[in-house]
């Protein structure tokens, strides 16, 4: 089965550009989620959907960042503008929140590395 | 605020030393507890996980166990190997949004020598 799936896997890019980084999760799994690495700050979660709804948003760092997900197998996080200290590696995962198949395990992409010049 | 704490890193083993790694965890309600391990250049994965008190997680040799008393879910393996030299997150799902959100800690990078 094929995992979670993000493109690209590494983005180098001038301040001020807009970067989409995008996600296609594990069929069937109905929630998303976006998180942030950083040596400084971990692992933070960014945003999460369920259902394709947004539900938490709060770790959005500011108004350049947004995410949407118009379907269950496609999703998107756009910064716009980059700026440098946005440079990191942004995770997606996936997993199924359904009563009968949540085991609480999250299903992680390889992640896609930004630079941002 | 629900957290976790882990112990920090750099960890350095030699082959086929023992491994601990120091995990404990602040929560109100009853989280499920979980190991993930990211190898270089790699997402996170599940190693193991705990749903109850006094349940032990294990995995590929690894094993932790929950415990409520001491709020710890330490992470501990009996002989490492090269392999296993890797970034290792405890982590919780946050009963503040019933177990939707989980709740990294900040990792610990454990180097295994030959």
């Known amino acids: 089965d094929a995992g979670v799936i993000q493109s690209p896997r590494h983005e180098v890019t001038e301040m001020g550009q807009e970067v989409t980084l995008r996600c296609k999760p594990i069929?069937?799994?109905?929630?998303l989620f976006w998180y942030r690495q950083t040596m400084m700050r971990g692992l933070e979660l960014l945003i999460y959907?369920?259902?394709?709804?947004?539900?938490?948003d709060s770790g959005m760092p500011e108004d350049r960042f947004s995410a949407k997900m118009p379907n269950a197998s496609f999703s998107t996080l756009k910064i716009q503008p980059s700026e440098p200290r946005d440079s990191a590696v942004y995770f997606c995962?996936?997993?199924?929140?359904?009563?009968?198949?949540?085991?609480?395990?999250?299903?992680f992409g390889e992640g896609s590395r930004l630079t941002v010049l | 605020g629900n957290s976790v704490t882990q112990m920090e890193g750099p960890v350095t083993l030699s082959e086929e030393a023992f491994l601990t790694i120091n995990c404990t965890y602040t929560?109100?309600?009853?989280?499920?507890l979980f190991w993930y391990v990211q190898y270089p250049g790699e997402g996170l994965q599940l190693l193991l996980k705990?749903?109850?008190?006094?349940d032990k997680g294990s995995n590929k040799g690894f094993e932790a166990t929950y415990r409520k008393e001491t709020t710890s879910f330490h992470l501990e393996k009996g002989s490492v190997q090269v392999s296993d030299s890797a970034v290792y997150f405890c982590?919780?799902?946050?009963?503040?949004?019933?177990?939707?959100?989980?709740?990294f800690g900040a990792g610990t990078r454990l180097f295994v020598k030959a």
């Open positions: 069929s069937g799994h109905n929630s």
């Open positions: 929560a109100t309600g009853y989280p499920s």
């Open positions: 959907f369920n259902n394709n709804v947004p539900i938490d």
């Open positions: 995962a996936s997993r199924n929140t359904g009563a009968a198949k949540n085991t609480g395990e999250l299903f």
């Open positions: 705990a749903t109850k008190a006094d």
């Open positions: 982590a919780l799902s946050d009963p503040n949004t019933g177990g939707f959100k989980t709740i």
